[in-house]
């Protein structure tokens, strides 16, 4: 084709371009229908033009200029108005790039393509579908990683100035902020040097502009309801009245949770189905003095308040350990050595045993049987109280005292045992809900619910002693020698029961007088005035005594003075008695009876 003015150019009527062309023209000036269909590109179109080319404008400040707009379009779309793509900027300034079709605009560089803004309006960058499934969602950035950058250009930037921000608007009833998420410098950048907080701020409701709710300080701590999170707390929820975190759990017939701190006391609560922390339940909390308290808000006894536990009815404590370990509770007053287990109770489940220590050192144990130890981990009878030399077991009133003499006492010293009453009272044994024996607190034993002291056995005893002869008078030069001397006694209350046996090898009276007697008794007798109550038998052997038929020797206990001793006498029938005559030297007296005693 011959070169042409562009007004030589004209171009096809609609629909008769051919598919594929660019840009398709006719040359009027060729008479063959051949040579008129031109088919250029509008780069080859423009090559040989010196200068700008303006449509619709003799002003063209570049390469090409257009008064209007510019539509793209293709036989499918159609090039209707409404139609195809169209490049347009009004006289207002408003460029628009608008995509007439119900399809996506797709944006490319280095022949690859970048972004795409699909039919329903949604930005679609590094990616050509949605992965989305829900509506509403108007940008989706896709990559190895999915990384937004905001970038702030200040070369300066210092405490508390944003760096960047997301923020969201709201055109009901006013234009108005609703929320934002802002980067905020948390000290003055520099190189290397950029300490950074995030907030995030929401409108309450019955406000205008968004309040912080949240921040993410440059040490990585959360704030909640603050802007001052402690330092060393890795989240930090604050308010003006109660604060609370809570737990819920998400369907009905679900138990709801919560952590609720009120005026000084950490509260955890829990409940069904509740949807405030209010409409929950108090199951435990730390008051403000950091006592734990546990079914109640009120503290036990001052001097164990330090965990309380509480219910409206049974109430306990479980200690699970495992079938064949301990469970124990330990009493410490250190942190090392014997002064972390001072005192303990323990229960081995080895061997089903509860212990009770003090002093670091086991005290008691109830065996698996219910037997009970004290002082010994060997226990073969119900109660056993063990010491290495001396044990007790003391009963004790608030009368009695209870000093180590006060009371009554179950006592056993080496290889003794004691029954001891330390108290001015009596000791009372019974069987079958009767009383049986009584000891009265001055001695003496009654039988049987005998109360009454005066008919208490007093004593009892048994021993030998050795029985002497002499005159009641004057002894004089009497001499008296034995071969055997024996006495035995049994003494019950008052009451002397005695056996005696005197052989002699030599009697002489000498100068001595008064009648034979025998002394050296165990007992003082009771002074009567010259006899005493007695009774017995008196035999003589080899004896020089009246040989008158009628004479009974026989004897009485009589004290006199400073001397007690045994009369022997020679009873007769007419009620007489006599001295008996002197022994031979190889005399024997054998006597047997009872006295009453002092």
């Not at 700008?52 to 002003?59: D, Q, R």
């Not at 009453?421 to 019974?430: H, M, R, S, V």
């Not at 002291?453 to 004057?474: C, H, K, Q, R, W």
Request: charged fraction near 15%; charge should be negative.
């Amino acid at each position: 084709m011959a070169d042409r003015k562009i007004t030589d150019l004209t171009a096809l009527a609609a629909g008769s371009q051919a598919t594929g062309d660019l840009l398709t023209i006719v040359d009027v000036s060729e008479s063959a229908a051949a040579d008129k269909n031109k088919k250029i590109t509008v780069e080859s179109l423009f090559k040989g033009i010196p200068g700008n080319v303006g449509i619709g404008t003799a002003t063209a400040g570049r390469t090409l200029s257009v008064d209007g707009s510019i539509q793209v379009s293709n036989s499918t779309s159609g090039f209707g108005l409404g139609e195809g793509f169209e490049i347009l900027h009004e006289s207002s300034g408003a460029t628009y790039l608008l995509n007439r079709e119900n399809a996506e605009t797709r944006f490319y560089t280095n022949n690859t393509e970048r972004m795409r803004i699909d039919s329903s309006g949604r930005v679609l960058i590094g990616t050509t579908s949605s992965v989305s499934s829900g509506g509403g969602d108007l940008l989706e950035v896709a990559s190895g990683v999915g990384n937004i950058l905001i970038t702030s250009t200040n070369s300066t930037r210092v405490a508390d100035q944003a760096c960047g921000q997301l923020r969201f608007w709201g055109k009901a009833g006013a234009n108005e902020e609703l929320a934002k998420i802002a980067a905020v410098a948390d000290g003055t950048h520099g190189a290397g040097d950029k300490p950074t907080r995030l907030t995030f701020s929401v409108t309450a409701d019955g406000a205008s502009s968004p309040t912080e709710r949240m921040r993410i300080t440059q040490s990585g701590t959360i704030g909640m309801g603050t802007d001052e999170p402690m330092a060393d707390a890795r989240l930090t929820l604050a308010g003006v009245n109660d604060v609370a975190l809570g737990f819920k759990r998400s369907g009905s017939g679900k138990f709801d949770n919560a952590i609720h701190c009120d005026g000084g006391s950490m509260i955890f609560k829990g409940g069904l189905n509740a949807n405030t922390v209010s409409g929950l339940y108090e199951r435990m909390r730390i008051n403000s003095a950091g006592r734990l308290l546990i079914g109640t808000t009120t503290e036990g006894a001052a001097d164990a308040d330090n965990l309380t536990i509480a219910d409206s009815g049974n109430c306990g404590m479980t200690i699970r350990s495992g079938a064949s370990n301990n469970g124990g509770i330990f009493f410490s007053d250190g942190t090392s050595g014997v002064a972390e287990y001072q005192g303990t109770i323990l229960y081995d489940h080895s061997g089903n045993n509860m212990r009770f220590q003090t002093g670091a050192t086991e005290r008691m144990r109830i065996d698996s049987s219910g037997n009970v130890g004290i002082g010994t981990s060997t226990i073969n009878r119900p109660l056993v109280v063990y010491g290495n030399s001396f044990s007790a077991v003391s009963l004790n009133t608030s009368s009695s005292g209870t000093a180590a003499a006060d009371g009554v006492q179950l006592q056993i010293s080496g290889s003794n045992g004691y029954l001891w009453n330390y108290e001015n009272g009596k000791l009372i044994f019974g069987t079958n809900n009767a009383e049986r024996v009584r000891i009265q607190s001055a001695g003496g034993i009654s039988f049987n619910g005998d109360t009454a002291a005066a008919n208490a056995l007093s004593d009892y005893e048994e021993g030998t002693f050795t029985p002497t002869m002499d005159v009641s008078g004057i002894s004089g030069t009497l001499s008296v020698s034995y071969s055997s001397q024996n006495g035995r006694y049994i003494k019950v209350g008052r009451t002397v029961f005695f056996t005696i046996d005197i052989r002699l090898s030599n009697f002489s009276r000498g100068t001595g007088t008064g009648g034979i007697v025998v002394g050296s008794l165990p007992y003082v007798p009771v002074n009567t005035g010259n006899f005493a109550r007695s009774n017995g038998f008196a035999h003589l052997y080899n004896w020089n005594y009246s040989s008158t038929a009628a004479d009974i020797p026989l004897f009485s206990i009589r004290q006199t003075g400073s001397q007690s001793f045994m009369d022997i006498r020679n009873h007769r029938l007419n009620n007489t008695d006599t001295d008996v005559n002197d022994p031979d030297n190889d005399s024997m007296i054998f006597l047997t009876g009872t006295y009453e005693t002092v």
